[in-house]
């Protein structure tokens, strides 16, 4: 009944008008985004200077704490109901998610035994071929699309709403993988830096120069019987500790677990999140700031590619290979998961824009978190080197492929 311009378009024109308007929908997205994430780059280079470094570090920690958690919370609040929460587990999307790492670390490790990177960069050839972005890149490129009336998914506010749903209840799982997984992967080698010259010059310590466990001072009397109270909070300092709980809480994801309770709630969804709803004020304020999160994003991530490769120690080989792995080599492994688990029937029947999330997530850049982690590892140049090329590359793979997909979804 609702049949999209584009299915009209091939039903009643020619093979090279409907081939045009694929690549009309697949280019214009990416178009879109690369023209603002250019002005973010002419607002941070030296000449403007209007979006420094300092500027670009405070507007994606706004986007971050802010915009995005807004987005993700009037968004898939509004979308999802416990009928759907149940269908999104049997929907594969958190599985498709740690496919997509175990596809992509797979990948990489390949890669990374053929190309052989220099010593310490490893781990790190691996990382930032197998972890893709699955949440701001998706998030832009769905709202892109669908802001256009004529897109082949049908009305726009829907389209936008059930991609932004299906794209915010996978990013939990991305969030566990990257503060835990990736996190562990990017540690340094073990002389300490991910600089060899340096990290022949560290001192080692003779087995005498060694630094006691614990200080003098430190030692205190052993409780004969521990009090449960000291019990409960020792083991919930442990599990902080082992499982970094404060590392996976990000406001995105505690602003999808609120999204998620109070949209499964029927009383809580129609007192804060409905239209009518006496407390929508601050669901309309979250979705005023959520529109803002997209351009801000775009900006920042411009303004960040200003740094360029730097003084990177992978050398072109190691570079060449990430960017033509994550954004060539990846993708067809997404391609074969999401067809084969479509031909067992884990998939919904005639969802299409269901499908497209999932393909997106094999088909995005290297996750711009990733980058993040690993400055706080130590290897920021690098990752900052590898994210320019890839995004640079990206605005044209991503357009091919989205072609693919629309070409084999409509």
């Given at each position: 009944?609702?049949r999209?311009?584009?299915?009209?378009?091939?039903?009643?024109?020619?093979?090279?008008?409907s081939?045009l308007?694929?690549?009309?929908?697949?280019v214009?997205?990416i178009?879109?985004?690369?023209?603002?994430?250019?002005?973010?780059?002419?607002?941070?280079?030296?000449?403007?200077?209007?979006?420094?470094?300092?500027g670009?570090?405070?507007?994606?920690?706004l986007?971050?704490?802010?915009?995005?958690?807004?987005?993700?919370?009037?968004?898939?609040?509004?979308?999802?109901?416990?009928?759907?929460?149940?269908?999104c587990?049997?929907?594969?999307?958190?599985?498709?998610?740690?496919l997509t790492?175990?596809?992509?670390?797979?990948?990489g490790?390949?890669?990374?035994?053929?190309?052989?990177?220099?010593?310490?960069?490893?781990?790190?050839?691996?990382?930032?071929?197998?972890?893709?972005?699955?949440g701001n890149?998706?998030?832009?490129?769905?709202?892109?699309?669908?802001r256009?009336?004529?897109?082949?998914?049908?009305?726009?506010?829907?389209?936008?709403?059930?991609?932004?749903a299906?794209?915010?209840?996978?990013?939990?799982?991305?969030?566990i993988?990257?503060?835990?997984?990736v996190?562990?992967?990017?540690a340094?080698?073990?002389?300490?830096?991910?600089?060899?010259?340096?990290?022949?010059?560290?001192?080692i310590?003779k087995?005498?120069?060694?630094?006691?466990?614990l200080?003098?001072k430190e030692i205190?009397?052993?409780?004969?019987?521990?009090s449960?109270?000291?019990?409960?909070?020792?083991?919930l300092?442990?599990?902080?500790?082992?499982?970094k709980?404060?590392?996976?809480?990000q406001p995105?994801?505690?602003?999808?677990?609120?999204?998620?309770?109070?949209?499964?709630v029927?009383f809580?969804?129609r007192?804060?999140?409905v239209?009518d709803?006496?407390?929508?004020?601050?669901?309309?304020?979250?979705?005023?700031?959520g529109?803002?999160?997209?351009?801000?994003?775009?900006?920042a991530?411009?303004g960040?590619?200003?740094?360029?490769p730097?003084?990177?120690?992978l050398?072109?080989?190691?570079?060449a290979?990430?960017?033509?792995?994550?954004?060539?080599?990846?993708?067809p492994?997404?391609?074969?998961?999401?067809t084969?688990?479509?031909?067992?029937?884990?998939l919904?029947t005639?969802?299409?824009?269901?499908k497209?999330?999932?393909?997106?997530?094999?088909?995005?850049?290297?996750?711009?978190?990733s980058g993040a982690?690993?400055?706080?590892?130590?290897?920021?140049?690098?990752?900052a080197?590898?994210?320019?090329?890839?995004h640079?590359?990206?605005?044209?793979?991503?357009?091919a492929?989205?072609?693919?997909?629309?070409?084999?979804?409509?």
């Open positions: 009944m609702e999209s311009l584009l299915s009209i378009w091939q039903a009643n024109m020619g093979g090279g008008e081939i308007a694929t690549m009309m929908f697949a214009l997205p178009a879109k985004v690369f023209s603002m994430c250019f002005m973010g780059f002419l607002l941070a280079s030296k000449y403007v200077n209007i979006l420094p470094a300092n670009r570090k405070l507007l994606n920690g986007v971050f704490s802010l915009l995005l958690p807004c987005l993700i919370f009037s968004q898939l609040g509004r979308a999802i109901s416990l009928q759907k929460m149940m269908e587990l049997r929907w594969f999307i958190p599985v498709n998610i740690i790492t175990i596809s992509g670390t797979l990948i490790f390949i890669v990374a035994s053929v190309v052989r990177p220099p010593y310490p960069y490893f781990k790190f050839t691996i990382i930032h071929i197998g972890i893709g972005n699955i890149i998706p998030l832009v490129l769905i709202a892109a699309l669908c256009d009336t004529s897109n082949p998914f049908g009305d726009s506010n829907k389209c936008s709403e059930d991609g932004t299906y794209i915010s209840f996978g990013q939990w799982v991305g969030a993988i990257l503060y835990t997984y996190f562990q992967m990017l340094p080698p073990p002389g300490g830096s991910f600089d060899c010259a340096e990290a022949e010059k560290l001192p310590k087995l005498s120069e060694q630094v006691p466990l200080n003098a205190e009397p052993l409780e004969t019987v521990p449960k109270g000291k019990m409960m909070t020792s083991i300092c442990f599990l902080d500790e082992k499982l709980l404060k590392l996976i809480l995105p994801i505690v602003a999808s677990i609120m999204a998620m309770i109070i949209g499964t029927p809580l969804k007192l804060i999140l239209d709803a006496p407390f929508f004020f601050f669901t309309d304020g979250c979705i005023i700031l529109e803002a999160m997209i351009p801000c994003i775009l900006l991530l411009g960040n590619l200003i740094d360029g730097g003084s990177s120690k050398g072109i080989r190691t570079t290979a990430i960017v033509f792995s994550r954004l060539v080599l990846v993708p492994a997404g391609l074969a998961i999401v084969l688990a479509d031909k067992l029937g884990f919904p005639g969802n299409k824009m269901f497209f999330v999932l393909f997106l997530q094999h088909t995005m850049p290297t996750s711009i978190l982690v690993a400055n706080l590892r130590g290897c920021g140049r690098e990752a080197a590898v994210l320019f090329w890839v640079i590359f990206a605005v044209f793979s991503m357009a492929w989205i072609i693919l997909y629309l070409n084999l979804l409509f």
